[in-house]
């Protein structure tokens, strides 16, 4: 036991100082803290190895980045939107999505070894899902800087980019549901494996509106009573393990799903914004350096090859190309010009923890090797630095409207101490 301190010192300092280094070359902290699990992994130094008390700890930390991604949700806003950015988030599903599952398929046809063991079409789709993922946060903070990030097409960015996600992880827990429905001596309801995750898949979203409508008339009494208290939070956390349990556990659904759900039950109340404070708080300090970290412990060279570093480039094109593609399509069919449309499909390219999250799922289920996490390592890291520089261009010459550049945010904001509130 007196080993997991130690991995766990080597583990947060490493993280937080790459992290910075990441930050200082004007990349997601993200990067820098994968970057740490790898130099300290197996792969190069071998100082800290991936035991079970890590990859509890990281299960841990990737439910409270779902539940804090579920609260900061604004469902305003998504309704404002209404049937663009809806078509939009539907378009940057299943168009990368498709364009993952032939280029995946045409990759294993050329080399049949590539997916030895597993079901081609399963990890086809998988491929795809990874990259359904568009990560909000890394849009929001280029528009913001831009001072677009309340202009026409930076609100149906991220609107777009909010609903992207929501599909994303409904597609996630279909296909990892067909993965595990390959077991034909799994009791079923319905006598289809298939038939039974769509299934499964309806009876937690009526459990979660009927859990939701609940809770939320629950908590906003207690919020209402407790405003401002740090007991509003230690509910909320609860409501997020019970979800992610009942999820996994009743109906064969990732965790994070139901730890999405708790929080998108939560985003309305009036401590919402306080309750994803203090999740960020534990999400920052230790729980979610861990998980990335985790993600560069598991990594290793061993397999590599010319193949394989082929196979990254094209996962990097096929998912950049895909959004832009299908996004600005249909941007363009809602009668915005070209280069809004394009503005719109850029926008929609960058991809962060949601898809670092989605692929440490299927490697948990089989659905993927590890080492194709080199791929998505890449692809977060060419978006994120993209899409700035590229948004940048776009914007070049516009006048931005006035409420885009009231609100900065320091640099070093997520750092800021925070007051705490009493019991």
Same mark, same amino acid.
């Given at each position: ?75 305003? *806003? ?201 999740? *960020? ?130 640099? *070093?904001?997520?750092?800021? *101490? ?6």
């Amino acid at each position: 036991m007196v080993e997991c301190f130690k991995n766990l010192a080597i583990i947060l300092i490493s993280a937080k100082l790459l992290g910075l280094v990441a930050k200082k070359l004007k990349a997601p902290q993200v990067v820098g803290q994968i970057l740490a699990g790898l130099l300290i992994g197996q792969a190069v130094l071998g100082w800290v190895e991936a035991d079970s008390f890590i990859k509890t700890m990281a299960e841990i930390g990737v439910v409270l980045l779902m539940f804090s991604a579920g609260l900061e949700t604004n469902l305003k *806003d998504l309704l404002k939107t209404g049937p663009v950015a809806l078509c939009i988030a539907l378009a940057g599903v299943f168009v990368p999505m498709g364009g993952g599952y032939l280029m995946y398929t045409i990759y294993c046809g050329i080399n049949p070894d590539a997916a030895a063991g597993g079901n081609v079409m399963n990890q086809a789709l998988f491929i795809g899902t990874i990259m359904t993922a568009t990560s909000v946060s890394i849009t929001v903070q280029a528009l913001r800087e831009l001072g677009h990030l309340k202009s026409k097409i930076g609100t149906t960015i991220v609107s777009a980019a909010i609903i992207d996600d929501i599909i994303g992880i409904i597609v996630l827990t279909v296909v990892i549901g067909m993965e595990g429905g390959n077991d034909a001596s799994a009791p079923t309801i319905s006598g289809s494996p298939i038939a039974d995750v769509f299934i499964k898949t309806g009876l937690f979203i009526v459990f979660s509106f009927g859990v939701g409508f609940l809770m939320y008339f629950l908590f906003k009494f207690l919020d209402k009573k407790f405003y401002h208290q740090r007991r509003i939070p230690i509910f909320g956390l609860v409501l997020c393990f019970l979800m992610a349990y009942c999820a996994e556990t009743f109906f064969d659904i990732a965790d994070i799903t139901g730890a999405y759900v708790a929080g998108i039950i939560l985003c309305n109340l009036r401590d919402a914004e306080y309750i994803a404070g203090k999740m *960020d708080i534990s999400s920052y300090m230790l729980f979610g350096p861990v998980f990335f970290a985790s993600i560069g412990l598991n990594i290793t060279f061993d397999g590599f090859t010319v193949d394989l570093l082929w196979f990254s480039l094209a996962f990097v094109v096929v998912a950049l190309l895909g959004k832009i593609i299908g996004c600005g399509l249909v941007a363009k069919a809602f009668r915005n010009s070209w280069k809004d449309s394009l503005k719109i499909g850029v926008g929609m390219m960058t991809r962060g923890e949601v898809a670092l999250i989605v692929a440490n799922k299927g490697l948990a289920v089989g659905l993927v090797e590890q080492r194709y996490f080199l791929a998505v390592i890449l692809l977060i890291i060419v978006s994120s630095v993209s899409v700035p520089i590229i948004l940048k261009l776009l914007f070049k010459g516009e006048n931005a409207p006035g409420s885009g550049t009231k609100h900065e945010i320091h640099p *070093d904001a997520d750092e800021a *101490d925070e007051v705490p509130a009493e019991y």
